[in-house]
């Protein structure tokens, strides 16, 4: 079957590059992706003009340096979200098994691709042409044959740019890395593994027994011996890429029973899209934007799954109207159903014995594997 080969891409300034991907009118213009409350507001990323201008992630937003006066850009969880799944879209075409912890970051199981793929730094230099391309993204790639080497490699890599840990050489690739770079390890701990006791380097940590490594720092300090031994070794998990129906809902000023009537006609389209899905809705959101620039987020599992307007609206309507009974008049409102899954109902005329939801996890773990379109549902939208 072959050797391991984990790819890891690291996308620094995704937050940035996804909110230019929502707002264009914000290119040329120096903003600031902010997170975070009040006086606790802090910097998630910034755009291409303030780098390099003392302005760096994680610092707060009342610490700027004097004379930058940058749009603050509130982080738009939802957008980065739909940002990250179509990616992982384009990146399914290279891996069967994409895991994403966070948005800017996916491992790749690039195991069995290479006569494919090509090369393992020839599939890191596509996928990087083609983020950059189809998105706008820059990042790097590390390549290794576990998790934790191939994230340290991307750290090593140039931006644009791979760094290939060859087979048989993780442990002295490991080795030389700093101390900071190893995730998992607090600020706290590091301070002490450097400034107590000197220590630079992953290396120099080799030295203790794991016991030791437990007595002076816990658990964080079990973490770096499984890490410099090389015995850190993590399973990908695949991302549970989650399609969704979004349908937007034009909203009359001050007159609820025309917004009722936008709710209808904008439940017909999303039912209509879902059958085409052929799967039912599980949850929803409802987004409401406000007259004075607020808004406001409703979420909600339904109590009824299905993919049918009439369902739907006996569920979603008793949520618009308490969004509507802020005295300021909505203008617009996103209904977004999410978590779709097949109607497992379908499998109904076998007995209920457990085998039903081991046949829908089977399809599901089929369509994790080959891609969603490679089994389809025996339905036809009428």
């Keep these: 079957m072959g050797a391991p080969l984990v790819f890891f891409l690291s996308l620094p300034h995704f937050p940035s590059e996804a909110a230019l ?123 290794a044959e576990t998790k934790l080497l191939a994230f340290l490699a991307a750290r090593a890599a140039p ?39 000197g220590h630079q380097t992953l290396g120099e940590l080799a030295a203790y027994g794991e016991g030791d490594l437990r007595l002076l720092w816990g658990e964080e300090g079990a ?32 007159d609820r029973e025309a917004s009722r009537l936008a709710l209808d006609l904008a439940l017909v389209e999303a039912a209509r899209k879902l059958r085409l899905e052929g799967a039912f809705a599980h949850r929803f959101d409802l987004e409401v934007a406000y007259g004075d620039g607020r808004s406001a987020r409703f979420e909600k599992r339904l109590k009824v799954p299905g993919f049918h307007e009439r369902g739907l609206r006996l569920e979603v309507r008793p949520v618009l109207d308490e969004a509507l009974t802020r005295r300021i008049y ?19 005329l076998m007995a209920d014995d457990g085998r039903e939801d081991r046949i829908v996890r089977a399809f599901d773990q089929v369509r994790a594997r080959w891609g969603r379109s490679v089994l389809r549902l025996g339905f036809e939208p009428g």
């Excluded at 931006?159 to 690739?173: D, H, K, N, R, Y």
């Excluded at 998990?237 to 979004?246: A, D, I, K, M």
Aim: proline share 8%; with cysteine.
């Design 223 to 254: 973490l770096a011996h499984r890490a410099v031994t090389g015995r850190l070794i993590e399973d990908l998990v695949p991302y549970r890429f989650e399609r969704s129906v979004e349908v937007e809902i034009p909203l009359g000023v001050h």
């Design 159 to 197: 931006l644009q740019g791979a760094f290939e840990v060859w087979g048989g050489c993780g442990l002295a690739f490991l080795h030389a890395m700093p101390i900071p770079w190893l995730p998992g390890l607090g600020a706290a701990t590091r301070l002490s593994m450097r400034g107590e006791y």
């Design 21 to 143: 991907r929502a707002r264009p009118d914000l290119k040329g213009r120096p903003f600031v992706v902010a997170t975070g409350d009040g006086g606790r507001r802090r910097v998630l990323d910034v755009s291409p003009e303030l780098r390099g201008r003392g302005v760096w992630k994680n610092m707060l937003l009342d610490r700027l340096p004097p004379g930058l006066r940058p749009e603050i850009v509130p982080v738009d969880a939802h957008a980065l979200r739909r940002a990250s799944e179509e990616l992982i879209v384009h990146l399914d075409r290279y891996s069967p098994v994409v895991a994403s912890p966070r948005a800017g970051e996916y491992y790749l199981d690039m195991k069995g691709t290479q006569s494919l793929m090509g090369r393992p730094l020839s599939s890191a230099g596509a996928i990087l042409s083609e983020v950059r391309r189809v998105f706008d993204s820059t990042g790097r790639v590390g390549i």
């Design 330 to 348: 909505a203008v617009k409102a996103v209904l977004v159903l999410r978590d779709l899954r097949p109607p497992a109902r379908q499998l109904s």
